[in-house]
């Protein structure tokens, strides 16, 4: 990966964003997407949507890489200033457990820790016991509750972890997930941008909100509703199942270094599905194949129900320890994923129905 494109991936990951609370996020993508752009707008939730017109009137191709990411928000804050927390989204209690942490508060972020009563400390019976969050707090240095609420009151929202750790093999760390949809989607634009002249759809790149915690899919659903492409690719990660423990049996058998990967299934378009992998082909690029018996997990559970419905798939990468506060990606596989979306995207030269 180059080095301007791996500064624009480091800088989405490292910039705090969790649901409802995206907007520094938002304001390094809209960056790097603006001048690649013909139109540029931004929805009542905060959803991002980048539109790079092609030569067709009616064909119409929706990117989504929702930007929002796990995190905690501040719900009770006791006399010594300890902040306690529930999660956004879908947080393990053990990914969270000594993390740093970015207090996104009115003062401006600072950081904190989440603390946790020490091993020596505990009763023998309590050592055994799986923690709850509730036992948990965040420690921003505060001594007392009142100078806690200046810097964190009720309501403000956490990021856990950062930094992006270069690992070897062209392998990164960090909280991936779905800054590396959000930087798919910038990137292909850009790269549609340089080639306008042979693009025949409309794009519409979309850094969507709130997919970690909305059962509606907030940010997907109403830019789709907005736009009505005819077609929706959501861009996000896949387990990788290479690792120690993972069970193919029960999750399939996508892994790092192998390239995209499309999942296909119940709910995915047959027909998008497969322009997408004979564009592919075409381009001499495998693609790795996952599986949806009726939910993606994705931004693409979105599509089927806006509307009158938009046939959709999901593209990725594999992504080791999901939901954990440090993930593992190659970016190998993240530039092959925008390698099948340019090729597709470039593909289409006559007006196209996905429709079943």
């Keep these: 990966m180059e080095s301007r494109a791996l500064e624009l991936l480091k800088k989405l990951v490292n910039t705090p964003g969790p649901s409802g609370f995206e907007e520094q996020a938002r304001r390094v993508w809209v960056e790097a997407v603006r001048p690649y752009c013909d139109q540029h707008l931004t929805d009542v939730h905060g959803t991002e949507i980048a539109t790079l017109r092609g030569k067709s009137q009616r064909t ?60 020596h400390l505990q009763d023998p019976e309590d050592r055994k016991k799986k923690l709850q969050l509730h036992e948990l707090w965040i420690d921003i240095g505060a001594t007392s509750r009142e100078e806690a609420q200046e810097y964190a009151p009720i309501g403000t929202p956490v990021a856990v ?47 969507s909100v709130q997919e970690e915690t909305s059962g509606r899919f907030t940010g997907a659903s109403t830019a789709g509703y907005r736009l009505m492409p005819s077609a929706a690719i959501a861009v996000d990660v896949n387990h990788s199942m290479d690792i120690p423990g993972a069970d193919k049996r029960r999750a399939g058998d996508a892994a790092m270094g192998k390239g995209a990967i499309l999942t296909v299934g119940v709910s995915s378009s047959n027909k998008l599905a497969a322009a997408i992998r004979k564009a592919a082909e075409q381009a001499g690029m495998s693609i790795q ?63 196209v129905d996905y429709t079943a």
């Design 161 to 207: 972890g950062e930094g992006v750790t270069e690992l070897l093999n062209g392998r990164i760390a960090g909280r991936i997930d779905n800054r590396f949809g959000a930087f798919v989607v910038a990137e292909v634009l850009r790269r549609l941008h340089g080639r306008r002249e042979e693009l025949f759809p409309t794009v519409h790149a979309v850094a």
């Design 60 to 119: 119409a191709i929706m990117l989504l890489g929702h930007i929002d990411q796990l995190g905690l928000i501040v719900r009770y804050i006791d006399e010594k200033g300890f902040l306690y927390f529930a999660p956004i989204g879908g947080v393990d209690v053990d990914t969270v457990i000594s993390q740093p942490v970015r207090v996104m508060g009115p003062k401006g972020t600072i950081p904190g820790i989440v603390g946790k009563i020490a091993f």
């Design 289 to 351: 194949l996952e599986y949806e018996n009726g939910r993606h997990g994705t931004d693409a559970d979105a599509m089927p129900v806006t509307r009158t419905g938009i046939p959709s798939v999901s593209l990725g990468n594999a992504l080791r320890y999901m939901h954990n506060t440090v993930e593992m990606a190659d970016l190998g596989d993240i530039e092959a994923v925008v390698d099948v979306l340019e090729a597709f995207l470039l593909s289409i030269s006559q007006d």
